[in-house]
């Protein structure tokens, strides 16, 4: 059973920055892909930027050049690193591994005030 356990949101003001840790157990993780997706207030679920197992990365226009994702497979580790923060990037973070039908984290609030 995989479980993943997200860390290192908050509160933050416009401009400034926040990184986002997600820890996973078992034994699969270097083998899979990792993902953060974001749910803001009143929208759906969407994917914020992703990392394949070979380190190929992919990001939301709305957060290209600002946040950069990352994983460091020694520590089952997957990181996103969040620069010059906007309002509309509050959300909760969701991990995931293993694309929409794979295993998701309990999510991390992020809020961003103006």
């Known amino acids: 059973q995989v479980r993943l356990v997200e860390s290192g949101g908050g509160l933050v003001q416009a401009g400034g920055s926040l990184r986002l840790s997600c820890a996973a157990s078992g034994s699969i993780f270097s083998i899979n892909p990792m993902g953060w997706y974001r749910r803001a207030p009143g929208n759906q679920r969407g994917l914020v930027a992703a990392?394949?197992?070979?380190?190929?990365?992919n990001y939301a226009v709305s957060v290209k050049g600002r946040f950069t994702i990352s994983r460091d497979n020694a520590k089952n580790t997957v990181y996103l690193q969040m620069n010059s923060l906007k309002p509309e990037d509050t959300g909760v973070y969701y991990c995931?591994?293993?694309?929409?039908?794979?295993?998701w984290g309990q999510g991390t609030q992020v809020t961003v005030s103006s």
């Open positions: 990392i394949s197992s070979g380190g190929t990365t």
């Open positions: 995931n591994m293993g694309g929409y039908l794979g295993y």
